[in-house]
């Protein structure tokens, strides 16, 4: 009998003990991105009044749209949106409401300590979820969460994260059954022990 077949309890237990104890902290690492007393992004009153500024603006009436071009900054309720440019889907018919807002170029969306950047973003009025995709960081604190792609439920404060740009979401024109890769990464602060 070889060396290679002498069964090494110790060995295993220690080595299932250290993927148990991995798969533990990746866990609370990903927990502490929406513990249920403070969600990333919840709660967020979406029928608050919106307030726009940039540095160019064009009103498409006929179409139901409206531009933004240059330093756009929209704001709603504490939440913070910020982008090179924006176009606002709105109807008009019993008063102006607001019902998508699509934006490009650096998006940032901040609140409170709570950030999430990327390419481009989608802000579904209708539907309370904002969709971010293209070099994606959630960061809330000092902990950060990378991927392809952020949905942000407004309503519920649940965000999920997913490697591949897109995702399989129809938002960004991709099917469910797209191909899936790409990776997420995070970086969590941990609790310092006190003795």
């Not at 220690?14 to 104890?21: D, H, I, Q, Y």
Request: positive net charge; proline residues 3%; contains cysteine.
């Amino acid at each position: 009998m070889s060396d290679s077949s002498v069964p090494l309890p110790g060995l295993k237990r220690t080595a299932l003990r250290s993927l148990l104890a991995g798969f533990a902290i990746c866990s609370a690492a990903l927990l502490a991105l929406a513990p249920s007393a403070a969600q990333v992004f919840g709660g967020q009153d979406s029928n608050a009044p919106v307030q726009v500024a940039a540095d160019h603006g064009e009103l498409l009436g006929k179409q139901d749209r409206a531009t933004l071009a240059g330093n756009v900054v929209i704001t709603q309720a504490g939440l913070t949106l910020r982008a090179a440019r924006t176009t606002i889907a709105f109807s008009s018919g019993g008063g102006f409401k607001i019902h998508r807002l699509d934006a490009t170029g650096g998006v940032t969306v901040t609140r409170g300590d709570q950030s999430a950047s990327g390419d481009v973003a989608i802000y579904d009025f209708d539907r309370r979820i904002i969709t971010m995709a293209g070099g994606v960081i959630l960061r809330r604190g000092s902990d950060r969460l990378s991927g392809g792609r952020l949905v942000i439920d407004l309503d519920t404060g649940l965000s999920s994260v997913d490697g591949n740009v897109g995702g399989g979401s129809s938002a960004l024109g991709t099917s469910g059954s797209a191909p899936r890769g790409g990776r997420i990464t995070g970086t969590f602060s941990v609790p310092k022990r006190t003795n």
